[in-house]
């Protein structure tokens, strides 16, 4: 699946002002779109915006993530949230006290649903395409924020995502693909600025948390290859 080249087509196909990535598992409420639309045109400062996502249950999905630094990233890489819940380390990159009530810039949004201004992919780009689907939001909204661009967080449009039915379903296939896109997204943004040692720990600690994954994959009853940590859903893991 390259899910950056594709959507990179279609922004080159698009003649509006504003173009919307939407992914084919979702359900747009009323007047999502319109409202995003307006949010554009009322806040020219801001690059990109992404709406509400809620699942079918109707609760919210914790869409939102923080630029991880060392101590995250090794954190996130090693699944050390699963041995020290709560900690601050993990709390910084998934954002556990995020208020979804109220429009706020944000750091990363998921590209499920994301508008991004003509003016936007233009200048400063489109997706990254050395990734196929894991970490392109990441690696956009970075990208927008070291070029000190805003992304925004809308919660007056609201889509519903029923979320990685396929993915989970090829779940060997796309636990390796996912840990290959992590060690993309690690060479690429951050291990430039890294010591030798620190590089060869967080590597180290990718091609560990892929062979945890995939023993968890094959012995686990719920198949889920996407998941952050629990935050007030029955459908996070």
Not at 23 to 30: A, E, F, G, L
Not at 80 to 93: A, E, M, V
Not at 110 to 129: C, K, N, Q, V
Not at 220 to 229: D, L, N
């Amino acid at each position: 699946m390259r899910y950056a080249k594709t959507n990179n087509i279609g922004l080159k196909a698009a003649v509006g002002r504003c173009g919307v990535l939407l992914n084919s598992d979702v359900v747009i409420q009323p007047g999502a779109f319109a409202t995003l639309v307006r949010f554009m045109d009322e806040h020219p400062e801001v690059a990109a915006a992404g709406p509400k996502l809620i699942n079918p249950d109707g609760s919210i999905q914790h869409c939102i993530r923080s630029f991880p630094g060392v101590l995250p990233m090794i954190f996130q890489s090693l699944s050390l949230h699963k041995l020290f819940p709560g900690n601050r380390f993990t709390d910084q990159y998934y954002n556990t006290q995020f208020d979804y009530s109220r429009a706020q810039p944000v750091d990363s949004i998921g590209t499920t649903a994301f508008i991004i201004r003509r003016s936007t992919w233009e200048t400063y780009g489109m997706l990254d395409e050395r990734f196929t689907l894991a970490f392109v939001d990441l690696a956009y909204c970075l990208m927008l924020k070291q070029n000190k661009q805003q992304v925004y967080y809308v919660p007056d449009a609201v889509v519903m995502h029923y979320g990685n039915q396929t993915i989970n379903a090829n779940g060997f296939k796309e636990i390796r693909l996912l840990h290959q896109a992590l060690r993309v997204f690690y060479d690429c943004y951050y291990a430039p600025r890294h010591s030798f040692m620190v590089r060869a720990l967080v590597h180290l600690g990718i091609r560990l948390r892929q062979q945890v994954k995939l023993l968890e994959f094959r012995f686990s009853k719920e198949k889920h290859v996407f998941g952050g940590i629990a935050i007030n859903s029955p459908n996070r893991n």
